[in-house]
């Protein structure tokens, strides 16, 4: 009995001990990874605090959560590496009463942070299997106000048009019209755009109806993927 209990305890205490280290991993990241390069956006910083990226990868990753860069997830897709997840989030300048489209939902951990300061999430997969994996995620840790939906992120989401904020996370050579369509007025929209060794994130913002334009890093992102691939 009392070796069960030493046992218990033992289980209980790694666990414990687990969660501590990864709410340390998580706040050593957001210092030298984020606030030790330029992002200095408060919401930004406090959705990156709080989002668990361990609970968004596979178990046999999870201990490379909180490092540099992007991890695999399967179906030869990445989770993106916390600073871009971070610089995308920041460029956007989300607003409490925001709705945001996002198109690639990948593992669910883009959207969960866009979900920590805007009212509501939709956001789109291609790769069924993916967006099942990434709607139980993030119903399991009670994120309410993300609409998932598994189809072809080129068309968008013109049931829910108008949005304050568009978020693409895949790489492609021109940006889809249908998203230019369905940005609000004063919107956002920021993309990846070019071929995989010639790729940059551009931003463009809506103003009186026309689109304008900035080039911003220089990234690489997993092809944009469209019909029936998967």
């Given at each position: 009995?009392?070796?069960?209990?030493?046992?218990?305890?033992?289980?209980?205490?790694?666990?414990?001990?687990?969660?501590?280290?990864?709410?340390?991993?998580?706040?050593?990241?957001?210092?030298?990874?984020?606030?030790?390069?330029?992002?200095?956006?408060?919401?930004?910083?406090?959705?990156?605090?709080?989002?668990?990226?361990?609970?968004?990868?596979?178990?046999?990753?999870q201990h490379l959560a909180y490092t540099d860069g992007p991890l695999p997830i399967g179906y030869a897709q990445t989770i993106s590496q916390p600073y871009i997840v971070?610089?995308?989030?920041?460029?956007?300048?989300?607003k409490p009463h925001h709705r945001?489209?996002?198109?690639?939902?990948?593992?669910?951990?883009?959207?969960?942070?866009?979900?920590?300061?805007v009212d509501t999430v939709y956001t789109i997969e291609i790769v069924e299997p993916l967006g099942l994996r990434a709607k139980e995620t993030l119903t399991r840790l009670g994120y309410k106000n993300v609409i998932t939906k598994i189809g072809d992120g080129y068309k968008g989401w013109p049931e829910e048009a108008p949005f304050d904020a568009i978020i693409v996370t895949a790489g492609i050579n021109e940006v889809p019209p249908p998203l230019f369509d369905q940005l609000a007025e004063g919107g956002k929209l920021i993309i990846p755009v070019g071929t995989r060794f010639n790729m940059k994130l551009i931003l463009y913002t809506k103003i009186n109806g026309k689109i304008r334009h900035k080039e911003k890093l220089a990234v690489s992102f997993v092809p944009f993927t469209r019909g029936d691939k998967f």
């Open positions: 009995m009392i070796r069960s209990g030493i046992l218990i305890l033992a289980l209980l205490m790694t666990t414990t001990n687990n969660g501590q280290n990864y709410q340390e991993r998580r706040e050593e990241m957001v210092k030298t990874q984020l606030q030790g390069r330029d992002i200095t956006d408060h919401e930004t910083l406090k959705a990156m605090r709080k989002v668990k990226r361990h609970e968004f990868v596979p178990k046999k990753v971070a610089y995308m989030t920041q460029q956007l300048k989300p945001v489209l996002e198109i690639g939902t990948g593992s669910g951990y883009q959207a969960a942070v866009l979900a920590e300061i």
